[in-house]
């Protein structure tokens, strides 16, 4: 209890809440995507780098091969050779030499036929006007004589090579020999990882903001949602669940208050419930000990007074049945427990039977019962529970007939269905209460029943007709009467459906397909 209320107070501290489980994800992603990059600065910066160089110095190179082949006047070519090295920090070297072959037989100039054609130091620093790399004549021995383009390591930082054997038509052809420093890298990847630590700091102080924010943008609304769940617990069905403008938030909320109005209406009905099912049950109990106590008292010793008495107790004992065994089985149906056994059944034939029932409230009370049922209409359902519907119907319009004491009932085919109804000339029901008359308990505020009923009956037959997946429903008009109807599948449409099923199948089998099932692979 106290963990919970520290929570409660605590919220923006509490490590194993949403909001801060979201904010150390977002700040963590985001220190491991700076920390990758700065790996990738730094351990690759050099690499990267050294490529630019060399590509640079293979363009430079091939620019002094193309303009030695065009040399006109020395002078200007000595300007261009001039302006290329100051601008580029490459020192450039023309030059002719006779090559030896050591003991080991690598070429080495002999110093005595060296000819310096053209010497221009871009990095005066980096190596002398006529430094040559040691290993210049072995590699470009090695690539045929070719251009050749290469790092060599130092102390400093190292440098690029280029170097290339220029064809002039002489005896002695001329080599090209190019430098260029590599400290510069030195220099850029430290400004680079002194960039790379402060926009690190920068990045890793923004995303920190950042993260709180959406964090707490994210938490702010389940934070809510405890808080008026805690509400909603303790019965309070007027809260509202909020959202925050995302789509799975609003979702939830949505949810949460659709739940909320369920469970309000819930609590309505059953306090509705507890109210009507002790209103009914308190008159038959009155009446049972009142009748009993009179029995005792009174009419013990008076057949005739004592056996009156008793068939009132009898008739509210059978009441009270009545209802526990429609609260029952209206709690089975709503449960989803309650299996239906469907099987043909000859709803013509079932409602004759159903209406034979009522026939002593012809003979004893005047009632007047017309029947409209066509021959031969079938369906498949679950016979008994059928049964309980006509029932309950015809019970149904019997207490809420007009003057005249006329009920109608009907059973017909209309297009693949059969449909039954009943029909009585009571005062009918108001637009406003239609949907309203299947509810458990539920008075028609426009009739008033002559016969004392459980006030479940209608409620039972909504929940055995869904089940079945019939259509229901009831027209009224007030002052004229109301129907009620359901219709079913005939037993004729659920064959001819159990053929088409059967002939899609076969042919899927087969490898074709039906038009319609064409039709339904190009429209999906």
Known sequence: MNNNNTRQENPTFNFKGIRFKTWLYFFSMTVILLVILLFVQIAFFAIYYQNIKRRDMERIGESMIALYGERGAIEEFKDRVKSTAMTTGTNIL???????????????????????????????AALSDTAIDPDFFARMEAGGWQNTVYAVPSPSGGYVVFGARLDDGTDRPALLHMTTPLTLSHFTSTIMRRQAFYCALICAALSLLLSLFISDRIARPVTEFSKVAKKLGKGDFSVKFLGNGLSEIEDLADTLNYATAEMGKTEALRRELLANVSHDLRTPLTMVKAYAEMIRDISGADPQKRAAHSQVIIDEADRLANLVNDIQNLSKLQSGTETLEKSPLKLSELAKSVLERFNIYSSKDGYIFNA?????CQTVADGPKIEQVLYNLIGNALNYTGADKTVSVFVKKSGGDVVFGVRDTGKGIAPDEIDAVWERYYRSGQSKRKRVGTGLGLSIVKNILEMHGARYGVDSTPGAGSTFWFAMPSRESLQR????????????SDGGADESDSYNLFTK
């Open 372 to 376: 409209e049922i066509e021959p031969d």
């Open 94 to 124: 023309f030059f002719r030499v006779r090559l030896n072959k050591n003991e080991q037989g690598k070429p080495v100039p002999d110093p005595d036929s060296f000819e310096n054609i053209l010497t221009e130091t871009g990095d005066a």
């Open 497 to 508: 459906r159990e053929r088409e099923q059967e002939q899609k199948k076969k042919k899927r």
